[in-house]
């Protein structure tokens, strides 16, 4: 996994702040891959509550975790109970990595 613990710690913090404690966040796509360069960063946020303005949230929680990031590109898709399942949950949730502190 190519992301650093204190990255880790920020992505998770931002979640938490704005999302709550139960929130999930799960790392995806080509930073699980060690031996590839750059790539920008790829979550899903697993809710288990309705959101009620889903691009809103998505959009916020990228740039706020870019900004905690030094900058790099975040891609934020959501999963919720009143969310559609798209392909893109399913290869999230099959290949990606739980995001933790102590990861």
Do not use: Y
């Not at 990255?7 to 913090?13: F, L, N, P, Q």
């Not at 898709?77 to 893109?88: D, F, G, S, V």
């Amino acid at each position: 996994m190519r992301l650093s613990l204190s990255d880790i710690d920020a992505i998770k913090a931002v979640v938490t702040e704005i999302c709550g404690e139960r929130a999930v966040v799960r790392l995806f796509g080509s930073r699980l891959d060690d031996t590839a360069k750059g790539g920008d960063i790829d979550l899903m946020v697993e809710l288990d509550e309705a959101v009620e303005h889903p691009a809103r949230l998505s959009a916020w929680l990228s740039v706020k975790i870019m900004r905690a990031t030094q900058g790099r590109k975040v891609d934020v898709i959501l999963a919720a109970p009143n969310l559609e399942e798209l392909p893109i949950h399913r290869i999230a949730r099959e290949q990606g990595v739980i995001l933790s502190h102590d990861a």
